[in-house]
T-cell receptor, first 116, second 111 residues
Framework: DAGVTQSPTHLIKTRGQQVTLRCSPK?????VSWYQQALGQGPQFIFQ???????QRGNFPDRFSGHQFPNYSSELNVNALLLGDSALYLC???????????????FGEGSRLTVL | SQQGEEDPQALSIQEGENATMNCSYK?????LQWYRQNSGRGLVHLIL?????REKHSGRLRVTLDTSKKSSSLLITASRAADTASYFC???????????FGTGTRLQVFP
């Protein structure tokens, strides 16, 4: 049973470029969330997708956008990269449960983005 | 923004000793979760405690929650070198799916 998989594992971009990160949720999961973790900090919530729609969003600018596909996989896109976007980007998945939205999350190993 | 603050920021102990980490948070919660992270890799869920629970056990882990003080503690008993990692508390509020993580405690267990 594959867990959450993310790609690429590492990438380097320059300021102003755009990046796309990919995530496949754990088998049987239909809800995907993205988190940004700066060095030495805890993860910060970017947004969550369910049924191909963005359901919740954290305090991130519009440069951060996402998508969920019919097979539940997801992409995170970041435009006009800034040096401060350098971080570990984590994808997490779970099963959508009506009435109880806050259970355990299963995380991938992350994509480490370096912006030069 | 970070919801929780873990204390201490770093902790070094010998194998066999107990490790205690504390977490404080700011707003009312539905539940509080603890996660472990090895060397900047993915997070692994350890335990979840609901707002109406005061204590929970899982193997060598013991978690307490005091909602009146908005604080939680994670106790790892009989620590092992393999427990070396960063530990994060994360709070979940009502009617929201996002987790708000603290700043983490770096635990080093020496053989």
């Amino acid at each position: 049973d594959a867990g959450v998989t993310q790609s690429p594992t590492h990438l380097i971009k320059t300021r102003g470029q755009q990046v796309t990160l990919r995530c496949s949720p754990k088998s049987g999961h239909d809800t995907v969330s993205w988190y940004q973790q700066a060095l030495g900090q805890g993860p910060q919530f970017i947004f969550q997708y369910y049924e191909e729609e963005e359901r919740q969003r954290g305090n991130f600018p519009d440069r951060f956008s996402g998508h969920q596909f019919p097979n539940y996989s997801s992409e995170l896109n970041v435009n006009a990269l800034l040096l401060g976007d350098s971080a570990l980007y984590l994808c997490a998945s779970r099963v959508w449960l009506a009435g109880d939205h806050t259970g355990e999350l299963f995380f991938g190993e992350g994509s480490r983005l370096t912006v030069l | 923004s970070q919801q929780g603050e873990e204390d201490p920021q770093a902790l070094s102990i010998q194998e066999g000793e107990n490790a205690t980490m504390n977490c404080s948070y700011k707003t009312s919660i539905n539940n509080l979760q603890w996660y472990r992270q090895n060397s900047g890799r993915g997070l692994v869920h350890l335990i979840l405690i609901r707002s109406n629970e005061r204590e929970k056990h899982s193997g060598r882990l013991r978690v307490t929650l005091d909602t009146s003080k908005k604080s939680s503690s994670l106790l790892i008993t009989a620590s092992r070198a393999a427990d070396t990692a960063s530990y994060f508390c994360a709070t979940a509020s009502y009617n929201t799916d996002k987790l708000i993580f603290g700043t983490g405690t770096r635990l080093q267990v020496f053989p």
